[in-house]
């Protein structure tokens, strides 16, 4: 990520969002010399970084996703495999509906 794009609000809105990585590229890259809250960034990179640390080795220690489901776990007919299936179908309709929204979007320009 640039530079450019640091600010401190994208950085507090990807780590409010989960997206610890990001945030913290981003805290990073903010110049702490010139900005009042250099304090409070740099004890959040802390802070992150710790708890991101806290999650790997939480992670580590997890037994081996029980919990998920593979795909050739999944039978025809059972419950799962129609929500995948219905998911999949609405996925694509968002895909086919911002598809049609962008060209809408350029044959008004034109």
């Known amino acids: 990520m640039t530079r450019n794009f640091a600010s401190l609000a994208l950085a507090r809105l990807y780590e409010k969002q989960?997206?610890?990585?990001?945030?913290?590229?981003i805290y990073r890259a903010i110049d702490t010399s010139r900005n009042p809250d250099a304090?409070?960034?740099?004890?959040?990179?802390?802070?992150?970084?710790a708890q991101k640390k806290t999650a790997s080795s939480a992670?580590?220690?997890?037994?081996?996703?029980?919990?998920?489901?593979?795909?050739?776990?999944?039978?025809?007919?059972?419950?799962?495999?129609?929500?995948?299936?219905?998911?999949?179908?609405w996925l694509?309709?968002?895909?086919?509906?911002?598809?049609?929204d962008t060209f809408k979007a350029i044959k008004a320009r034109l």
């Open 92 to 100: 694509k309709l968002i895909v086919i509906q911002k598809r049609v």
């Open 59 to 89: 992670e580590n220690l997890k037994a081996p996703n029980h919990d998920v489901l593979k795909p050739d776990q999944l039978q025809a007919g059972t419950k799962e495999a129609g929500m995948a299936r219905m998911l999949e179908v």
């Open 18 to 25: 989960g997206y610890i990585d990001d945030a913290l590229e």
């Open 39 to 49: 304090q409070n960034i740099l004890d959040t990179i802390s802070r992150l970084d």
